[in-house]
């Protein structure tokens, strides 16, 4: 089941990714972390990227597709993935449907202000990469991790001028990819207005149902075939 999760950033699919990866056996795929990896060994591509991920912008397309395939090629993508953060714009959706047929877009819908407060309060451990927010789920004291105990800090592309241009390329670039996804017929939408610790959650309980009828109709369509 190839799988895409879509939304502005800090919806929240990287963390529905992580919670539900192991219920479906699906790896993770997030560009943003592949790309993070590629800084932080400063590879070849690390060092070319590291400035326009700084700013928020868009990798270039050859680049993002590049290591994009690279890590889909790998035996534990074999049936399948859940991909975050790919296609960001139209390009990368067509090129996509030319190497792999995609079985559901959910794309999951919060409102701008929700977005804005979660993602300028977001810290991250740079150790274990845990996520706080200064509100819902703080950092100890002297910024250290709840987990580890490792440094806590906001993340360059999270900084409040930087996430208003990141979200206005969501607006131009991604939100055609969703209309595009519609079309076809496999887009899902998801409120992810509410955030993880509340107790009417449904996220996932919402996620699930969508996953498990897509799993559901891919069996049955298998055993049509025989
Ligand atoms: P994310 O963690 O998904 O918010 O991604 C962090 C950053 O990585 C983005 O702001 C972009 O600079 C870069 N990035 C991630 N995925 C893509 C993509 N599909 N196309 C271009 N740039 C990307």
Known sequence: MNVVFMGAPSTGKGT?????????????????????????????????????????????????????????????CKDGFILDGFPRNLEQAKHLDKSIKIDAVINFVADYEVILHRISGRRICKDCGHIHHIINIPPNEGNKCIRCGGEVYQREDEKPHIV???????????????????????????????????????????????????????????QGDK
């Open 16 to 76: 529905y990714a992580k919670m539900l990866k192991q219920d479906y056996g699906l790896p993770h795929i997030s560009t943003g972390d592949l790309f993070r990896e590629e800084v932080k060994n400063a590879t070849e591509i690390g060092i070319q990227i590291k400035d326009i991920m700084e700013k928020g912008m868009l990798v270039p397309d050859e680049i993002t597709i590049q290591v994009l395939k690279k890590r889909i090629s790998q035996p534990d």
């Open 164 to 222: 208003k241009d990141r979200l206005k390329i969501h607006e131009e670039k991604t939100k055609p990819v969703i209309e595009y996804y519609k079309q076809k017929g496999l887009l899902y939408e998801i409120d992810a207005n509410l955030d993880v610790n509340h107790p009417e959650f449904r996220v996932i309980k919402d996620t699930k149902k969508v996953l498990d009828e897509i799993k559901h109709n891919k069996t049955h369509n298998k």
